[in-house]
C-alpha cells in the first residue's frame, strides 16, 4: 500500500500528495497502443494477467502512487444481458425504452458470474503492483449505466432518459443489488478502495439528483461504510456538498472536475469535518495538450493556492486532473506534472 494515498484516506496531513489519474492506462500510452496491437479491448479486460499488465503500465512509466485496476463500467450492462462489443466504442445489443424492457434483464444471481473476471484481474493487477503502490477498484454509477442502458451513451443533453426518469427506480431495484455484490467481488481482491464513476450525474439538475440518485448511492455507500470513493462530472456543491449525501466516515472519498475551486473546498472543509477521507482532482486535462513552457505556467497557476495551504489545510487531497486522461495526450506532458508535483511540494 502507498503510504501517502493511505495518509490521503485517513485525512492525516502530509508534504507531498498522493498522484493518480484517471484513465491514466489508455490509449494515449505506447504501452497500451502495444498490447492493443495483440490484443483486443475485451481481452485486455478480462484476461487477468493483461488486465494486470494494462494497469502496470503507467506505474512503471510515470510512477503514480495509485493504481486502478483495468476495465469498463459498461460490464455490468452486459452481465444483465443486454449485449456488448466494441467496434471500436461500446454499443449495447438493445435499449432499455420501454417498462418490459426491464423483464429482459437477467436476475442478480445469473448475472453476477459474468462479473467473476473482475475480482481475477484485481487480484491478479495486486500482484502485479510493488507493495508500495495503492490499488483501486470501480463501478459505474447507477444513474451513469442508466443513461447507456437507455441511450446507449451519455452525449448531449440525454432528454430520452430524462423522459424516461419513471424507469430509473425500477432498473436500480435490479442494477443496485448487482453493483453492491459487483463490489463486494472486487473487495475480496483487496482494493484500497472503490471508486463510483458516475460521469453522466451533471447533467442532472441538483434536485432531481438528490431525489433520484442519491438515495441510490446510499444503499451502496451504507453497505461499504469507508470503501467507496465517488466521482461524478459537473456536479456542483448543491449536488455533493449536503447532508443527505453522507458523512465523511461513510465515504472513502470524493473526485471533483476542474469546475470547482478545490483548494477552496479543501481549506473550508478542514475548519468542519475530521476523518474526512480523501479529495481527488483536478487539474483540467485539457492543458496537458500545452507546450512546455506554457504547461509550467498553467501548473505554476494551478499549484500555488495548494502551496499556500497547510498541509493540515490540504490533509486529503490526492492529486490528479478533473476528469480522465484524454486520447493524444502527451506522454511527456504527464510524466512532467507527475515531477512538477513532487517537486513543489518536497521544497
Known sequence: ???????????????????????????????????????????????????????????????????????????????LG????????????????????????????????????????LAATREALPSTKSLLGFVGGPWTLFTYAVSGGHAGDLRDVKERLHLFAPFCEIMVPLLIEN????????????????????????????????????RMRDAFPGLLGYYSKMTTPDHLDHPGFGSSSTWAGLGLDHRWNLSGYLKTRSTREANRGFVQGNFDQALLFCESAELERRLD???????????????????????????????????????????????
Open 183 to 218: 463490489i463486494r467481488l472486487q473487495k475480496a481482491s483487496g482494493p484500497d478502495a472503490v471508486m463510483i464513476f458516475d460521469t453522466a450525474a451533471g447533467e442532472l439538475a441538483p434536485d432531481l439528483y438528490l431525489k433520484h440518485v442519491l438515495p441510490q448511492l446510499a
Open 301 to 347: 497557476a494551478y499549484l500555488a493556492p495548494f502551496v499556500e495551504l497547510s498541509p493540515a489545510e490540504r490533509a486529503g487531497w490526492v492529486c490528479g486532473l478533473g476528469h480522465g486522461v484524454l486520447q493524444h495526450t502527451p506522454q511527456a506532458n504527464v510524466r512532467r506534472f507527475v515531477e512538477r508535483v513532487r517537486e513543489t511540494f518536497s521544497k
Open 1 to 79: 500500500m502507498n503510504v501517502l494515498f493511505q495518509n490521503a484516506l485517513k485525512s492525516i496531513p502530509q508534504a507531498v500528495p498522493p498522484i493518480w489519474f484517471m484513465r491514466q492506462a489508455g490509449r494515449y500510452h505506447d504501452h497500451y497502443q502495444a498490447l492493443k496491437r495483440d490484443h483486443s479491448f475485451v481481452e485486455l479486460c478480462k484476461v487477468p494477467e493483461l488486465a494486470a499488465e494494462t494497469a502496470m503500465g503507467p506505474i512503471r512509466d510515470f510512477d503514480f502512487d495509485v493504481s486502478i485496476f483495468f476495465s469498463d463500467l459498461l460490464y455490468p450492462l452486459e452481465a
Open 82 to 121: 443486454m449485449g456488448l462489443e466494441y467496434s471500436p466504442g461500446p454499443k449495447l445489443g438493445w435499449q432499455l425504452r420501454e417498462e418490459s424492457d426491464l423483464k429482459r434483464l437477467r436476475p442478480v444471481a445469473e448475472a453476477l458470474p459474468h462479473l467473476e473476471f473482475q475480482r481475477a484481474a
